[in-house]
């Protein structure tokens, strides 16, 4: 069974930074792609950053030069550097990856989410 988990959210001013984590355990499943997305209250979830397993990646406009994600292989975690953050990027962010074992791919495995709010 594939678990995700989120972690690095929390309270930070404005103009700062944060960094999320998205680590993948259970089996042997290795990280293939991520995605990272966000919700606000209110709003519809969407995609932030991803990252194809050929590791190309693409941005949201409003992320762009702001955010970079990235993956540590051997640590089998993503990650989400935040920085100039904004108060509208205030929102739960969600990690979702697609795993391989072999030849087997797992996708579309969410975690439970963490939360990030700026202060202006």
């Known amino acids: 069974q594939v678990q995700v988990m989120e972690s690095g959210g929390g309270l930070v001013q404005a103009g700062g930074s944060l960094r999320l984590s998205c680590a993948v355990s259970?089996?042997?499943?290795?990280?293939?792609?991520i995605g990272w997305y966000r919700q606000a209250p209110g709003k519809q979830r969407e995609l932030v950053a991803g990252?194809?397993?050929?590791?190309?990646?693409n941005y949201a406009d409003s992320v762009k030069g702001r955010f970079t994600i990235s993956r540590d292989n051997a640590k089998n975690v993503a990650y989400l550097q935040m920085s100039s953050l904004k108060a509208e990027d205030s929102a739960v962010y969600y990690c979702?990856?697609?795993?391989?074992?072999?030849?087997?791919?797992?996708?579309?495995?969410w975690g439970q989410g963490t939360h990030v709010t700026v202060s202006s």
């Open positions: 259970g089996s042997t499943f290795s990280i293939n792609a």
């Open positions: 979702n990856v697609d795993v391989k074992s072999g030849n087997i791919i797992r996708a579309g495995n």
């Open positions: 990252l194809s397993s050929r590791g190309a990646t």
